[in-house]
C-alpha cells in the first residue's frame, strides 16, 4: 500500500503543470456547475424569497404531486417533446452538414468571414434574437414581410399562427447556434491525416467520395458522443424564450 501510495504521489508531482491547467476549469466548474444543485431543496419547500433557503417550511413532494395533477402535465410534457425531438432531428445534422462544406472550402478568407458570420448569433442574448426574430417576421415591416412585397405577395403573421410558433422556435434556436456547434466537428475533421485525402485523390475519388469514406467515417464517434449528450437533456426546454417572445408581443 506504501508503494501505491508513493507511485500515485510521483505521478502528481510529475504531472503537476497540467493539474494546474486544469485547476481554473475544475474551480468554475464547481462553482457554477455544482454549488448550484444544492438550490434543488427548493423544490421540497413552500419557498419564500422573505425566509430564504434556511427558513422555508419542507413539504416534501407537495410540489411535484401538485404539478403532476394539475391540467397542464400533459400538454407541457407534449410540448416539450416535441420541441426537444424536433430541434434534435433538425439541428443535429446541420452543424455536421456545415462543417463538411466548410472544410471543403479552399479560400482562406472567405472560409474565415463564413465561420464569424455563423459563429456570431452564438453571442446574441436571448432576449436580444428573440426582439429580432420579431422585427424579421413582422408582417407588415419585417424584414421577410418586405422581400414578399417585392413580389406582390403577403407575408403570413407566423406569431399569431399557434401551429406555426414550434417552427420558429426551433429554427430560430437553430440560426442562433448552427455554426458554434459545428466547431467540434471542424476540430475532427482538422485531426484526419492528410495521407487519406492524397491517396483518394490519386484514386480518382471525387469530393462527395471524400466525403462519405473519409470525413463521415472521421467525425462518426464525435458525432455520437454529441447524440447522446444531446438526448440527455430531451427534458432541458428553457421557458425564457416563449417568455420573451411573449413580453415583446405585449409591448
Not at 79 to 94: A, D, H, K, Q, R
Amino acid at each position: 500500500m506504501r508503494e501505491l501510495a508513493l507511485k500515485k504521489n510521483n505521478k502528481i508531482s510529475n504531472y503537476y503543470q497540467l493539474y494546474l491547467l486544469l485547476l481554473p476549469s475544475a474551480i468554475l466548474l464547481i462553482c457554477f456547475s455544482y454549488i448550484p444543485m444544492c438550490g434543488i431543496i427548493i423544490a421540497f419547500q413552500d419557498y419564500s424569497p422573505a425566509l430564504g433557503i434556511t427558513g422555508s417550511h419542507f413539504v416534501g413532494f407537495k410540489n411535484f404531486l401538485q404539478f403532476f395533477r394539475s391540467y397542464q402535465f400533459g400538454v407541457t410534457i407534449k410540448n416539450t417533446l416535441i420541441l426537444s425531438l424536433y430541434s434534435i432531428l433538425v439541428g443535429f445534422p446541420l452543424p455536421i452538414l456545415l462543417a463538411l462544406m466548410c472544410n471543403q472550402m479552399r479560400s482562406g478568407r472567405f472560409k474565415k468571414v463564413f465561420q464569424v458570420i455563423t459563429y456570431l448569433p452564438h453571442f446574441i442574448s436571448t432576449m436580444v434574437m428573440c426582439g429580432l426574430i420579431l422585427i424579421f417576421l413582422s408582417p407588415s415591416s419585417g424584414l421577410f414581410a418586405n422581400v414578399f412585397g417585392l413580389f406582390g405577395k403577403e407575408f403570413p403573421n407566423l406569431m399569431a399562427d399557434a401551429g406555426k410558433f414550434k417552427h420558429v422556435y426551433v429554427w430560430s434556436d437553430i440560426w442562433q447556434h448552427l455554426g458554434w456547434d459545428s466547431i467540434i466537428y471542424l476540430a475532427a475533421l482538422a485531426g484526419v491525416d492528410p495521407s487519406f485525402y492524397e491517396a483518394a485523390a490519386v484514386d480518382g475519388a471525387t469530393t462527395l467520395q471524400k466525403i462519405k469514406y473519409i470525413d463521415i467515417p472521421m467525425i462518426l464517434p464525435t458525432a455520437m458522443v454529441l447524440l447522446v449528450l444531446r438526448a440527455g437533456s430531451i427534458l432541458g426546454i428553457g421557458f425564457e424564450k416563449v417568455y420573451f417572445f411573449r413580453m415583446f408581443r405585449i409591448l
